[in-house]
């Protein structure tokens, strides 16, 4: 029975053509451009999340473009890495490469906490009971040759402020714990990039 789960375990991968393992260096020996396809939203979710959904407040941290930064982060790894024709794009439609790397916001895995996506700050509380605030990152990264073959990973990092509360809006913070949060989803955005990157062999 064990064989038996193996063997469909294996033709699973194999028609999908998705792999878990890095790629190797004879693979990326052919890679000479590289397009990285960004979905995630431009600007982090800020929430509060209560006991029920209808105490729940949902909006986003305004103000810088924190996509393109995120772009521009993988850009310089890979520039650091030896590639010189390296390409954003909005859409895989429009992404021409060998290599192309996409990077999808995943829904953020905690119970009772929904709508939110890619990175950003929430605060949840049981019968007014609150716990700490958490900015977080989701993603799934892959990297697809132009052979087909493409090798997936996730990302996670959560890290807690030094505060214990948050306003109901992204507005009412004051200006020295709007710098806080944005520092450290930076500092995740920046962890991403190394990790999942080590994670697909690149």
């Known amino acids: 029975m064990k064989k038996h789960f193996i063997s469909i375990f294996v033709l699973i991968l194999l028609l999908t053509g998705c792999s878990t393992t890095p790629l190797t260096k004879q693979q990326l020996s ?5 397009a990285i396809v960004n979905s995630f939203p431009k600007h982090p979710s800020y929430s509060l999340i209560g006991t029920t959904v209808f105490q729940n407040e949902i909006s986003y941290i305004g ?8 772009s521009n982060m993988f850009v310089k790894y890979f520039t650091q890495k030896g ?4 390409a954003v794009y909005n859409n895989k439609k429009e992404a021409k490469g060998d290599l192309i790397i996409m990077l999808e916001p995943a829904e953020l895995n905690v119970p009772g906490v929904y709508g939110n996506v ?3 700050i929430y605060q949840k509380s049981f019968f007014g009971i609150s716990g700490d605030p958490l900015t977080y990152i989701e993603m799934n990264a892959s990297a697809e040759l132009r052979s087909g073959e493409e090798f ?3 990302f996670h990092n959560s890290i807690p402020t030094s505060f214990k509360k948050l306003t109901k809006k992204w507005n ?5 714990k709007k710098d806080a949060i944005r520092g450290k989803i930076k500092k995740s955005m920046k962890k991403s990039v190394k990790s999942a990157m080590h994670d697909l062999g690149l």
Do not use: F, P
């Not at 103000?63 to 995120?70: I, K, M, V």
């Not at 009412?172 to 020295?176: A, C, I």
């Open 30 to 34: 052919k890679v000479q451009t590289v």
């Open 63 to 70: 103000g810088e473009d924190y996509r393109a930064e995120l």
């Open 152 to 154: 997936n990973t996730h």
């Open 83 to 86: 590639y010189k024709n390296i």
């Open 118 to 120: 890619g990175y950003g």
């Open 172 to 176: 009412d913070l004051s200006d020295s």
